[in-house]
């Protein structure tokens, strides 16, 4: 079975760094691009960034320059090290793998002053 499991998150003020953690288990994880979402209250869930198999990365243009996705296929788990955090990076944060529909319960992120 497919698990994702989301972990790191916490309450900074603006201008501090978290680094999120997706430990996933039950796939192939190695060839499989993986991602980051993130949802608010009232809105839809939107992408964040993504990595693939080759280490290819993409980011959503409100995050570039200042978050970093990045993949350890030796442990199964994908990581998104957020610096510059700014009140509107405040979220659920989710993974997910790019073409399986399973998602974990995700970790809070709360940027205020």
């Known amino acids: 079975q497919v698990q994702l499991v989301e972990s790191g998150g916490g309450s900074v003020q603006p201008g501090g760094s978290l680094r999120l953690s997706c430990a996933a288990s039950?796939?192939?994880?190695?060839?499989?691009?993986m991602a980051w979402h993130r949802q608010v209250p009232g809105k839809q869930r939107e992408f964040v960034a993504s990595?693939?198999?080759?280490?290819?990365?993409r980011y959503a243009d409100s995050v570039k320059g200042r978050f970093t996705i990045s993949r350890d296929n030796a442990k199964k788990t994908v990581y998104l090290q957020m610096d510059m955090l700014k009140p509107e990076d405040t979220g659920v944060y989710y993974c997910?793998?790019?073409?399986?529909?399973?998602w974990g319960q995700g970790t809070q992120v709360t940027v205020s002053s």
């Open positions: 997910k793998a790019d073409s399986l529909n399973n």
């Open positions: 039950g796939f192939f994880f190695n060839i499989y691009t």
């Open positions: 990595i693939s198999s080759s280490t290819y990365s």
